[in-house]
């Protein structure tokens, strides 16, 4: 059976990267051999120039939203997103399946719905809700009018599966229905972890506390400068306590801290990730506000890391043991004050049962196509 795919994360090391390992290796567990719709797959704008022009006028009057009609360039990204989509399934024998990953763009589902391919999608975020998200189908702006124009999308798939139950919530609330499938590191990383977990030296003084996160993705960044402001105030920090900063433009956050006991590591490899995790004795996530989940709190706790979290960052993982959640900075340094955290965290279950009901989900779509 083959699956086309668009378009898996391809960012090395972020949360959206691991979710489409972990969709990409549930996709092959049940037999699915997969295409990867990416960026540069497919080039045929000379050849459309000349033969299609036509047929994508009629497509952008067809599927374009009101932001393309009225935005020249996106409405041609989206018209080449559509003839890409065209242009590799039409190039496959009996694609049985269309993924939706990008869900910031709707062209190529467009294309996949026009050949009568069944479609998911898989939804790392409800894109609409990050801010300074760009999407193909609404401008910046109203998050209402957003919010709307996502949902009208998501809806034209088959089915959707969503990583957070709180977005399965809030979407029903809508009338649109999805399937949850928690986030869980495919296997190769799930023994990276276990590795790191039986690693994990004996806590020495000065405690570590870790914070990491790509501060180019902005509720990761205001997170985090929130967390650095707060952290350097109290007395322990240079003392009997250190911050390791690390992550994707975390360097980029030193004017909110850059005083004694705060050590800012920048992106790091894998290699130097696995001392920081071994050596942290809790690692410690702030956010504003956020739809999906945080993939690396389920991560941590796999390695062995208690997690401080507020109660935002810390949605879909608050029945986990070692998830300390604080409410506001005097809880918070109640806890760093009191230090109530297992050495060795209680790591979380893998969520198979949830990947297989994704799986029969997934052959019920395909079913009818193939007896037809």
């Known amino acids: 059976m083959l699956i086309v795919r668009d378009a898996p994360i391809t960012t090395v090391g972020s949360g ?79 694609v049985d399946l269309f993924v939706w990953e990008r869900t910031t763009r709707h062209g190529s589902l467009a294309a996949a719905r026009a050949r009568a391919i069944p479609t998911v999608a898989f939804c790392h975020n409800l894109e609409s809700l990050v801010p300074d998200e760009q999407l193909s189908y609404a401008p910046q702006g109203d998050p209402h009018a957003r919010f709307a124009a996502e949902c009208e999308k998501l809806a034209a798939a088959d089915a959707r599966v969503v990583i957070s139950s709180r977005d399965q919530w809030l979407l029903g609330l809508f009338g649109i229905e999805s399937h949850h499938l928690p986030y869980f590191p495919p296997a190769a990383r799930s023994r990276w972890l276990a590795t790191i977990r039986a690693e994990r030296a004996p806590e020495a003084a000065p405690r570590r506390l870790l914070l990491m996160g790509s501060a180019f993705y902005g509720p990761n960044h205001d997170g985090m400068r929130r967390m650095l402001g707060l952290l350097s105030s109290l007395p322990a920090v240079g003392g009997s306590l250190v911050i390791d900063v690390a992550g994707f433009g975390s360097e980029r956050l030193r004017d909110a801290c850059n005083g004694p006991g705060v050590c800012f590591h920048g992106a790091v ?79 979380p279950r893998d969520p198979a049962r949830a990947s297989a009901r994704v799986g029969e989900w997934l052959a019920g779509l395909v079913g009818p196509r193939r007896a037809g």
Not at 66 to 74: F, K, L, N, T, V
Not at 288 to 298: A, E, F, K, P
């Open 269 to 347: 490899s894998d290699t130097d990730l696995a001392t920081l995790m071994r050596g942290a004795s809790a690692a410690i996530i702030f956010q504003h506000s956020g739809s999906g989940v945080l993939t690396r709190i389920t991560d941590y706790l796999l390695a062995g890391l208690p997690v401080l979290a507020n109660p935002v960052a810390a949605r879909d993982h608050e029945h986990e043991p070692d998830v300390h959640i604080f409410r506001d900075d005097t809880e918070l340094a109640g806890l760093v004050a009191e230090w109530p955290f297992a050495h060795r965290a209680r790591a």
């Open 16 to 94: 959206g990267y691991l979710r489409s390992l972990q969709i990409a290796e549930l996709l092959a567990l049940h037999g699915y051999a997969t295409v990867d719709l990416l960026p540069g797959t497919l080039k045929p704008r000379d050849r459309l120039e000349r033969q299609h022009r036509k047929r994508r006028m009629k497509m952008l009057a067809r599927h374009a939203s009101p932001h393309e009609q009225g935005d020249r360039m996106q409405r041609k990204r989206t018209a080449m997103q559509y003839e890409n989509t065209a242009a590799l399934i039409d190039s496959l024998p009996n």
